[in-house]
T-cell receptor, first 116, second 108 residues
Framework: NAGVTQTPKFQVLKTGQSMTLQCAQDMNHEYMSWYRQDPGMGLRLIHY???????DQGEVPNGYNVSRSTTEDFPLRLLSAAPSQTSVYFC???????????????FGAGSRLTVL | LAKTTQPISMDSYEGQEVNITCSHN???????ITWYQQFPSQGPRFIIQGYKTKVTNEVASLFIPADRKSSTLSLPRVSLSDTAVYYC?????????FGAGTTVTVRA
């Protein structure tokens, strides 16, 4: 049982380049999300998904795209990278979210992105 | 999503008990309170979750008063390896976000 797997662990991009951060979970979780964490700050929600084919924006969605074609995968795309997107990115999943309130997230190990 | 307020940092020594209080004045009826721990260069990991009164597991205890407007995470007899950032999360919404957390530093 691998949990939440993120690739790559490290990436350096030049301004304007595009790339995709991969996230996969093998726990059959409905809910998946992407966060970014900047030095000295907490985690800010970028996008989330409540199931295959359903995505929505979080706090800081600008500059990022997501899709959810399968339950297992939730890739995060940077179409034109900017230095402001230099950060550590975390993917997380949970069995479900919503009115029940019992939101226990499992996080990946993170992907450190540097945009020059 | 209920807004939470935690102290920015706390210092302690090995063997002491550490208590971190989180304020969440506008907690909703269905909201649970969940605490996470994050070590440098790692993703946060779940510590404990509760709805009311007291919850205890092998790692920590969580105290929630009757009005549920605050909660206290208690770490008994901390060691150097408990140095980390601790996040309080409240809510059952889809848009789950973390505040800056509390940096706990344990000294020998």
């Amino acid at each position: 049982n691998a949990g939440v797997t993120q690739t790559p662990k490290f990436q350096v991009l030049k301004t304007g380049q595009s790339m995709t951060l991969q996230c996969a979970q093998d726990m059959n979780h409905e809910y998946m999300s992407w966060y970014r964490q900047d030095p000295g700050m907490g985690l800010r929600l970028i996008h989330y998904s409540v199931g295959a084919g359903i995505t929505d924006q979080g706090e800081v969605p600008n500059g990022y795209n997501v899709s959810r074609s399968t339950t297992e995968d939730f890739p995060l795309r940077l179409l034109s990278a900017a230095p402001s997107q230099t950060s550590v990115y975390f993917c997380a999943s949970s069995p479900r979210q919503g009115s029940s309130g019992a939101n226990v997230l499992t996080f990946g190990a993170g992907s450190r992105l540097t945009v020059l | 999503l209920a807004k939470t307020t935690q102290p920015i940092s706390m210092d302690s020594y090995e063997g002491q008990e550490v208590n971190i209080t989180c304020s969440h004045n506008n907690i909703a009826t269905n909201d649970y309170i969940t605490w996470y721990q994050q070590f440098p260069s790692q993703g946060p990991r779940f510590i404990i979750q509760g709805y009311k009164t007291k919850v205890t597991n092998e790692v920590a205890s969580l105290f929630i008063p009757a009005d549920r407007k605050s909660s206290t995470l208690s770490l008994p007899r901390v060691s150097l390896s408990d140095t980390a950032v601790y996040y309080c999360l409240v809510g059952g919404d889809y848009k789950l976000s973390f505040g800056a957390g509390t940096t706990v530093t344990v000294r020998a």
